[in-house]
């Protein structure tokens, strides 16, 4: 079954170093691929979706790349500030080979902290 | 626009009884999503609906089950509660279901069980 692995539970960096967060997953590739923030006590919030044809998506400071080779996405924050701070979650869509809708499948997420 | 709604925000139930929570997606969203999020195993999915079909389920007991509305209002059920069902729930809708659609969360249903 297909498995999505957040290398890092925690990464500490500190304010305006750019955070690098990686996504890992086995098996077949997925043909979106999808990152959230989520805050304490709150439901994930979307910030990018990257299809499998695509290399790179930015948005503001916010990088995601898209390696279907290494099985591996890798989301980056430039000139991080302490309000990014936050547990960040890579999530792939799952088909059904039987012809239904997918779901989304979540890693566990890595929580970012931006010292000041 | 409103957001997705979840209620109640928080509950505190026994073991062996059962619970309902309540999802309400964004306007013209027509499929809901409802996840399982503890601290080990993170968000683990539960089921989809869309128009009121069940289109995918998770590994879960029976114990859990779901409904959609008509209004694509959705509840899930949780019956005989056990203390390892202690867990944040969270809705999510999108227009047509996930994949190429991205799923806007509620703010979560907080149950624990004693």
């Known amino acids: 079954s297909q498995k999505i692995e957040q290398n890092s539970e925690a990464l500490n960096i500190q304010e305006g170093k750019t955070a690098t967060l990686t996504c890992n997953y086995t098996?077949?590739?997925?043909?979106?691929l999808q990152w959230y923030r989520q805050d304490p006590g709150r439901g994930p919030v979307f910030l990018l979706l990257?299809?499998?044809?695509?290399k790179e998506k930015r948005k503001e400071r916010l990088k995601v790349t898209f390696d279907t080779t290494l099985k591996q996405s890798l989301f980056h924050i430039t000139a991080s500030q302490p309000a990014d701070s936050a547990t960040y979650l890579c999530?792939?869509?799952?088909?059904?080979?039987?012809?239904?809708?997918?779901?989304?499948?979540f890693g566990k997420g890595t929580k970012l902290s931006v010292k000041p | 626009k409103a957001g997705v709604t979840q209620t109640p925000r928080y509950l505190i139930k026994t073991r062996g009884q059962q619970v309902t929570l309540s999802c309400s997606p964004i306007?013209?969203?027509?499929?809901v999503s409802w996840y399982q999020q503890t601290p080990g195993q993170g968000l683990q999915f539960l089921f989809e609906?869309?128009?009121?079909?069940?289109?995918n389920k998770g590994n879960f007991p029976g114990r859990f089950s779901g409904r959609q509305f008509s209004n694509s209002r959705s509840e899930m059920n949780v019956s005989t509660l056990e203390l390892g069902d202690s867990a944040l729930y969270l809705c999510?809708?999108?227009?047509?279901?996930?994949?190429?659609?991205?799923?806007?969360f509620g703010a979560g249903s907080r149950l624990t069980v004693l």
């Open positions: 999510a809708s999108s227009l047509t279901g996930p994949g190429a659609n991205v799923l806007t």
């Open positions: 609906y869309f128009s009121e079909t069940q289109r």
């Open positions: 990257i299809r499998e044809n695509e």
């Open positions: 098996n077949y590739s997925p043909a979106y």
């Open positions: 999530a792939l869509d799952m088909w059904d080979y039987g012809g239904s809708q997918g779901n989304l499948i």
């Open positions: 306007s013209g969203h027509r499929s």
